[in-house]
């Protein structure tokens, strides 16, 4: 439990900022914000609830942190932006610890009473954005191409706070010390210990972006159709100027595009590492080009492409899916933006199951002419050699649609087939019937360690939504 917790901020203040006009130079773009959060965090069980104990291993603090940051114009090309953060982090607990050479253990006291760490970290970034132009001529189809290239260059400096930590010695049965232990007197804190680890880093960054102009198949349109080619092509790396071996991080790349008006997403990524390996496959500290090899190992990659397709989209008209608040309420609890593995189950939910239907949609002596459908897939595959392993680390195509079979009848589907280990993905079939002032729905997850199924009826209106009955299977549980 966290009970309570106190959040407080102040807006982004400029200080140096002019009262009238545009803020111009590092000075008048100085910012600075200022956020808190303190809380009370309670771990415990059944039979201390609501005890003495319950609220003595409680732990408490609250943590303050200042963001600077700046921005300004170098030559009237370059951009260059800098930061600074402090943070402040006060506890009202902590630790000591020794060893009990008669016990042969670490025996760790705790420690009651303010205190606090305070660290701080500072960064910079310069880039510019070069654009070219590749005119082909009215006349072609391919009439422009333009190319977007945004390079930038960072540095980043973690300092180590070596003076928030301690040692305690390890004696053995003969009274002599066998090795000193390092520790942080912070580290059982609510919100850690500092860092000790000191860091001082280049990064380095190439964005592409790929567009064109082409001749519009409708004649009539005068104005040229602009589409992407290359949505993003990124390389990044970084530089550890404080490591004392393997400074030079792998590089990655990464891309995407979108074909056919926009329904198919295709996604690629790649890890290029450009430090060799041993006869034991472990990473040494010599180029792989110094070993033989090539400028760098390609160590994974990965491929995914989703693609949707509807009654609607034949058509023509625009796409407005009645799924799409739990599709959003998915990806804001972290999941995906699609139902590839499935719905929200909480049925009694109203956000979820919102009727979107249109005054159009009533029934009528012709509905059957077009059953409304939608579609979608999902292709992934990734490759994995980071020890020379050169094996497809999974490889799966996934898919969901759904059918109204009539105004209010909806069923729909989600699986899959995992082609690596030869066997079906996550597979969920759904059921929903609209009743008006009434709703039901069935969900059953036929096989796997999950399998299950749930069925809801119950009132529509949010205002009565108790007024239900639930019934589930849950999965099996697994020891």
């Given at each position: 439990m966290t009970l309570p917790t106190f959040q407080g901020?102040?807006?982004?203040?400029?200080?140096?900022?002019?009262?009238?006009?545009?803020?111009?130079?590092?000075?008048?773009?100085?910012?600075?914000?200022?956020?808190?959060?303190g809380e009370n965090r309670i771990t415990t069980n059944d039979s201390l609830f609501f005890k003495k104990q319950m609220f003595d291993d409680a732990k408490m603090g609250m943590q303050h942190s200042i963001p600077i940051s700046t921005n300004f114009k170098i030559l009237n090309y370059l951009s260059l932006s800098a930061s600074a953060n402090y943070q402040e982090s006060w506890t009202f607990k902590t630790i000591e610890k020794s060893y009990d050479p008669v016990l042969q253990e670490t025996i760790t006291e705790e420690k009651k009473g303010f205190d606090a760490f305070r660290t701080y970290n500072f960064s910079s970034s310069l880039g510019t954005t070069f654009y070219g132009m590749y005119d082909f001529g009215s006349e072609k189809k391919i009439q422009a191409i333009r190319h977007v290239v945004r390079p930038s260059i960072s540095y980043s400096i973690n300092p180590a706070f070596d003076q928030y930590y301690d040692t305690y010695e390890v004696i053995d049965a003969d009274g002599l010390t066998t090795s000193e232990v390092e520790y942080s007197?912070?580290?059982?804190?609510?919100?850690?210990?500092?860092?000790?680890?000191?860091?001082?880093?280049?990064?380095?960054?190439?964005?592409?972006?790929?567009?064109?102009?082409?001749?519009?198949?409708?004649?009539?349109?005068?104005?040229?159709?602009?589409?992407?080619?290359?949505?993003?092509?990124?390389?990044?790396?970084?530089?550890?100027?404080?490591?004392?071996?393997?400074?030079?991080?792998?590089?990655?790349?990464?891309?995407?595009?979108?074909?056919?008006?926009?329904?198919?997403n295709i996604n690629f990524g790649a890890t290029f590492d450009p430090y060799a390996l041993d006869n034991n496959n472990n990473k040494i500290n010599k180029y792989n080009i110094q070993n033989g090899g090539g400028l760098a190992r390609l160590t994974s990659a990965n491929l995914t492409l989703g693609y949707q397709l509807s009654s609607k989209d034949f058509d023509q008209e625009a796409k407005d899916s009645k799924d799409a608040k739990a599709r959003e309420e998915s990806q804001m609890s972290g999941g995906r933006d699609d139902d590839l593995f499935g719905k929200p189950q909480d049925f009694a939910d109203q956000r979820l199951n919102e009727d979107t239907k249109e005054e159009d949609d009533k029934p009528t002596d012709h509905y059957n002419y077009k059953i409304p459908w939608s579609?979608?897939?999902?292709?992934?595959?990734?490759?994995?050699?980071?020890?020379?392993?050169?094996?497809?680390?999974?490889?799966?195509?996934?898919?969901?649609?759904?059918?109204?079979?009539?105004?209010?009848?909806t069923v729909g589907a989600s699986s899959g087939y995992d082609f690596k280990n030869s066997g079906f993905t996550y597979t969920q079939l759904r059921i929903e019937r609209d009743l008006l002032s009434?709703?039901?729905?069935?969900?059953?997850?036929?096989?796997?360690?999950?399998?299950?199924?749930?069925?809801?009826?119950?009132?529509?209106?949010?205002?009565?939504?108790?007024?239900?009955?639930?019934?589930?299977?849950?999965?099996?549980?697994q020891l």
């Open positions: 901020s102040v807006g982004r203040i400029y200080p140096f900022a002019p009262k009238t006009g545009a803020k111009k130079g590092i000075i008048q773009n100085i910012n600075l914000q200022y956020s808190a959060r007197r912070f580290e059982q804190s609510l919100y850690g210990s500092p860092s000790k680890n000191y860091s001082s880093s280049i990064g380095f960054s190439l964005s592409n972006n790929v567009e064109a102009k082409v001749r519009d198949r409708d004649s009539t349109k005068i104005e040229p159709r602009k589409i992407t080619l290359l949505n993003n092509l990124n390389f990044s790396t970084s530089y550890n100027l404080a490591a004392d071996s393997l400074q030079l991080s792998p590089i990655r790349m990464s891309g995407g595009t979108t074909l056919f008006k926009d329904e198919m579609l979608r897939l999902a292709y992934a595959v990734n490759y994995n050699n980071s020890r020379r392993q050169n094996e497809i680390s999974s490889h799966s195509l996934m898919f969901s649609g759904d059918i109204d079979l009539s105004p209010r009848w009434w709703r039901m729905n069935f969900s059953w997850v036929p096989f796997s360690d999950r399998s299950s199924w749930n069925f809801f009826i119950g009132i529509s209106s949010s205002l009565l939504k108790d007024l239900k009955y639930d019934k589930r299977r849950q999965s099996d549980k």
